[in-house]
């Protein structure tokens, strides 16, 4: 999640209050807009590192506090990390069986942009898809996923199929993104599927 676009305010900003990237700013204007997390939720962080995100949600949250990320995090007082691929299930095993209830998934995971936009957004639609797998296989019913991915002519493949497994879907561009960009998040609340059978619908 760490900044691709130099040091600009945000980014400085970042750095003065303890963050370790600029990305702290975007979960945290989304909790303010659409309250996410709640005090006693169990969240597991998608594409964690560096772990400006676990910062954030720690301090939101008195639950457990789970990150992955294929690259390790940087120790954080109060978080459990899990260094691996979310797309395998013994990772979802490893969170099922260190979290047992899972309230919330977030992921601001992106992949490794080209510059071709066509390319990077069906790549980051797939990671959103990936990421919605994930949470539909540990989320307990009621729970609230939050996902980047990036507007284009295919969004609205992931943001159906969000909308097959949440009651409530909405987008959302955070002012904390860069001007231009296309990303986008998708913020679902009320988790309708039950974990592990929706595995097999997706």
């Given at each position: 999640?760490?900044?691709?676009w130099g040091k600009d305010s945000c980014y400085t900003r970042a750095m003065k209050e303890g963050y370790r990237s600029r990305a702290a700013y975007k979960i945290i204007e989304v909790q303010d807009r659409h309250g996410i997390i709640r005090n006693d939720d169990n969240v597991v962080d998608l594409g964690a590192a560096p772990g400006s995100w676990l910062q954030v949600i720690r301090s939101l949250t008195q639950g457990m506090v789970v990150g992955v990320d294929l690259s390790p995090v940087p120790p954080l007082e109060g978080v459990k990390t899990i260094v691996g691929d979310l797309t395998e299930p013994s990772i979802r095993e490893q969170v099922r069986a260190v979290m047992g209830v899972?309230?919330?998934?977030?992921?601001?995971?992106?992949?490794?942009?080209?510059?071709?936009r066509s390319y990077d957004q069906a790549r980051a639609i797939g990671l959103g898809e990936m990421a919605l797998e994930f949470a539909?296989?540990?989320l307990k019913p009621g729970g609230n996923f939050l996902v980047k991915s990036f507007q284009g002519e295919d969004f609205h493949i992931l943001l159906n199929r969000v909308k097959e497994h949440f009651l409530s879907v909405k987008t959302y561009k955070t002012h904390s993104s860069r001007k231009g960009s296309a990303e986008i998040y998708i913020i679902a609340k009320n988790f309708i599927g039950q974990p592990h059978e929706t595995e097999r619908s997706l």
């Open positions: 999640m760490g900044s691709q899972v309230n919330v998934v977030v992921s601001d995971a992106s992949p490794k942009l080209s510059g071709h539909c296989t540990v």
